[in-house]
């Protein structure tokens, strides 16, 4: 019923657990969820899991903290890779300025390269976005992405941010900050959004909703993600779920 449409189950921090984990998630009604691999060793694992768990999905591509490793070589593997039936996205990619693991100039280029290679295998994109919202924007249009579309994932601007991105043909994924008391910008964003282009996620092992915070997140948690946004949408739980799963499986061509 629910579709988490960015977890990272392939995460360290989920190598004991994983068929636990699963269980859970299926029970809180998450049926189906996209694992996002962003360096060889998580997108191998994303590969893996895709392969053994029908409800599973990859998206992969490579993040811009690790924009300074990126090769031809890389880029060669991840074209193949990206062919292969259930990948349905290309990402986690973007700019990240907050950890400035490589400067700018490089995140951009990486950035670009695999745009480029979206529209060129029809793919819609996952975006990354920390600290860089004005530079993720102008490159988004610049490479006209409205051509294949994608997600702004773990969206964490406010209302008018949300109006510009969703210009650009993007959708937008709400993660457990949607739960957080302070945000207020966040939740002002979750109003405006049209119903077919919202999405749910849990970004797990990260950003546990409320009243998860500060613990472990799972895939099962975007129920709390789903609740929220209904609460603040003033539909029903069950109507919100169903919307975003349609999204999902509309953006990812599952259809």
Do not use: C
Not at 137 to 155: A, E, P, Q, R, W
Request: proline share 4%; no cysteine.
């Amino acid at each position: 019923m629910i579709f988490d449409s960015h977890t990272h189950l392939n995460a360290e921090q989920f190598e004991t657990d994983i068929p636990e984990v699963i269980q859970r998630a299926q029970a809180f009604g998450v049926s189906e969820m996209a694992v996002v691999g962003f360096d060889t060793p998580t997108i191998e694992k994303s590969l893996a899991l895709s392969r053994e768990y029908e409800f599973i999905y990859s998206i992969i591509g490579w993040h811009p903290t690790e924009a300074g490793s990126y090769t031809s070589d890389i880029e060669r593997h991840l074209q193949e890779q990206l062919t292969l039936p259930k990948v349905v996205a290309l990402g986690e990619i973007g700019l990240d300025y907050y950890w400035m693991n490589d400067p700018k100039e490089v995140q951009a280029k990486v950035f670009e390269r695999q745009m480029a290679i979206a529209k060129e295998m029809n793919l819609p994109v996952s975006i990354h976005m920390r600290d860089a919202i004005e530079d993720t924007y102008k490159l988004l249009k610049d490479n006209h992405i409205h051509k294949v579309g994608g997600i702004m994932h773990s969206f964490s601007g406010d209302e008018e941010w949300a109006k510009r991105f969703l210009d650009l043909g993007m959708h937008i994924s709400f993660s457990g900050v949607l739960t957080f008391k302070k945000a207020l910008e966040v939740q002002a964003a979750a109003k405006v959004v049209p119903a077919n282009r919202l999405l749910v996620e849990t970004d797990a092992p990260y950003l546990a909703p409320v009243p998860y915070r500060g613990k472990r997140n799972e895939p099962g948690y975007t129920r709390f993600v789903v609740e929220k946004l209904a609460e603040l949408r003033e539909v029903s739980f069950e109507e919100m779920a169903h919307q975003t799963s349609k999204n999902a499986h509309e953006l990812f061509r599952l259809v």
